[in-house]
């Protein structure tokens, strides 16, 4: 999980966008644009649970290279090039809580993002390199804050929108062979302590011709107590009596004797006579 995180947000941060700057300083006239990102080293990160719902994601001491365009114009002298810059120091801390929509699928309900930078340095090239190297204050600071500033709406837009869309095709049913098939929707949002990510499946065969019948659950719920190992899996009894239900709803529990099916040695052979005689009893 940790890892497909990091991949995640490499990948949103390598396509944010940074709104282009401009500004005057004296006779010095400057603009700064097509900011890209050209490099990520995102070393540092760490995955915790946060209760009650919450998945913390920090990216600690990380850093990020930068090319733009630069231009300058100085009384009547014009100069155009780019500039390699390195954000360094970035702190990125995101709080996702989690939930489940209506069809029982996993979702993200909300997102808290927080991101600094702590020092940014650039390097000139070009005829008026001392002139940016004057300048480089006022064009490192602005850029500092226009990239700090992009960041979280970025990831914050990824995690709602386009991770949320892809959890929209995570399928909750499926057919287990040509007779049943299973539910497995989230009964309820998952639960997060400090220790563990609780999750409570339905679990619920049904036979595939009658899709939509539900079950009604009097089982007892399982208790998981340990937590030395990574994944611990629980079923009630609802799991198997279901999976018992939908199987002889679908025939194929169901077995009719008659004629040479029937053992000859039977001490007692049931015929709907006899039968009737023993329920007027």
Not at 119 to 135: C, D, I, N, P, Q
Not at 148 to 155: D, F, G, V, Y
Request: hydrophobic share 40%.
């Amino acid at each position: 999980v940790k890892q497909e995180g990091l991949r995640f947000v490499e990948q949103e941060l390598q396509n944010i966008t940074v709104s282009d700057l401009h500004g005057k300083e004296g006779q010095f006239h400057y603009n700064i644009s097509q900011v890209k990102v050209m490099d990520l080293q995102l070393a540092f990160s760490d995955l915790n649970f946060q209760p009650q719902q919450h998945l913390a994601f920090n990216i600690n001491n990380a850093s990020i290279s930068l090319r733009f365009r630069r231009q300058l114009l100085y009384w009547f002298f014009y100069d155009i090039g780019s500039i390699n810059a390195s954000a360094d120091g970035v702190q990125i801390h995101t709080v996702l809580k989690l939930a489940k929509d209506e069809a029982g699928r996993p979702k993200i309900s909300n997102i808290t993002c927080n991101a600094s930078i702590a020092r940014m340095h650039a390097g000139f090239s070009g005829t008026l390199k001392k002139v940016y190297e004057f300048l480089s204050t006022f064009i490192v600071t602005g850029m500092r804050y226009l990239l700090s500033q992009q960041i979280c709406p970025s990831l914050e837009h990824a995690s709602l929108v386009l991770l949320n869309s892809v959890l929209d095709t995570v399928p909750v049913r499926n057919y287990v062979d040509e007779h049943i098939g299973i539910d497995y929707s989230l009964l309820r949002d998952p639960s997060v302590s400090t220790d563990t990510l609780d999750l409570d499946f339905k679990g619920m065969f049904f036979p595939r011709m009658r899709e939509d019948q539900e079950l009604e659950n009097h089982a007892v719920e399982p208790v998981i107590k340990e937590t030395e190992r990574m994944v611990y899996v629980a079923f009630s009894e609802y799991f198997f009596d279901s999976a018992m239900q939908a199987y002889f709803q679908a025939g194929v529990l169901t077995i009719e004797l008659q004629g040479e099916k029937v053992p000859k040695d039977l001490e007692v052979l049931l015929r709907a006579t006899f039968f009737g005689t023993i329920f007027m009893l």
